[in-house]
């Protein structure tokens, strides 16, 4: 069971990483436009492309893996996301900002997957529910640590600096997983891609899908544009929107609990 909580640990902290390079857009997005010379709204468009290469990959990745091995592809795709988190680090101009952001985009959404997908298989069936939960908390930790001292280090030092720590420890965490994680699990076999996009036709799914997407537009179409509306329309300090940010997350976590 001590292996198990490793395992699980470890899938936290991708899950984390991933969270927190998703999430951090928000905090420096006035950073981004600044040393690109761009506008707000321009650097925005960043967002907008992240969560359209995220919806529309995920499923097809996921749907295209078949009986490899799992812990192969993770690794793969997360070797992605930390080449996508590098590019961001030395990005020279908006164009390959946008190329790093849209790899990341890329593989964060097969990752995560395939990570609670790898929690359940390993875990006993009376402990599943409680470590998959905690393997996609990473996310939510994320929000509410992970951006608020992200957003410091932005500000008080360089954004670029954050984007090196989030390549370096996912590097550490590729190896780690490398060796920790059982090499035998694989997809049970499927049906054909095509019939399995047949659960589309399937008006609960649909219905399942939509309510998340309606309630993830309504909280991110705020939180993304959050620190340039308090900081240039309501005249909050950098401090302040670090704590907002921090309340911010956590009363996110609260909602989502209840």
């Known amino acids: 069971m001590k292996k198990i909580r490793i395992q ?33 709204d321009h650097v925005g468009v960043l967002v907008t492309l992240f969560a359209i290469v995220y919806a529309i990959m995920t499923p097809i990745i996921n749907l ?15 070797s992605i996301f930390a080449i996508g988190n590098m590019l961001t680090a030395v990005a020279n101009n ?26 359940a298989a390993i875990t006993p069936p009376q402990k599943r529910s409680w470590i998959v939960s905690w393997v996609f908390s990473g996310f939510s930790i994320a929000s509410v640590f992970g951006v608020p001292i992200g957003t410091w280090i932005s500000d008080n030092l360089n954004w670029r600096f954050l984007f090196w ?37 399937n008006t609960h799914i649909i219905l399942g899908i939509l309510i998340p997407i309606f309630n993830f537009s309504a909280v991110y179409i705020v939180y993304t544009y959050l620190k340039p509306l308090l900081i240039n329309k309501l005249g909050f300090s950098t401090n302040n929107v670090i704590t907002i940010l921090f309340l911010y997350g956590l009363l996110r976590i609260n909602s989502n609990s209840d």
């Open 94 to 119: 908006f164009n390959i900002l946008l190329l790093s952001r849209l790899l990341t985009a890329l593989a964060s959404g097969p990752s995560m997957s395939i990570a609670i997908t790898l929690a």
């Open 8 to 40: 699980c640990a470890l899938l936290t902290a991708l899950s984390f990483l991933m969270g927190l390079s998703q999430f951090i857009i928000v905090g420096i997005l006035n950073n981004l436009s600044n040393s690109f010379h761009t506008s707000i």
């Open 64 to 78: 295209s893996v078949g009986h490899a091995p799992l812990y192969k592809v993770l690794i793969i795709l997360f």
């Open 165 to 201: 720590i989030i390549f370096i420890l996912s590097i550490i965490l590729i190896a780690i997983l490398y060796r920790l994680l059982p090499h035998n699990l694989r997809q049970k076999k499927g049906h054909g891609f095509l019939r399995q996009l047949a659960i589309f036709k």
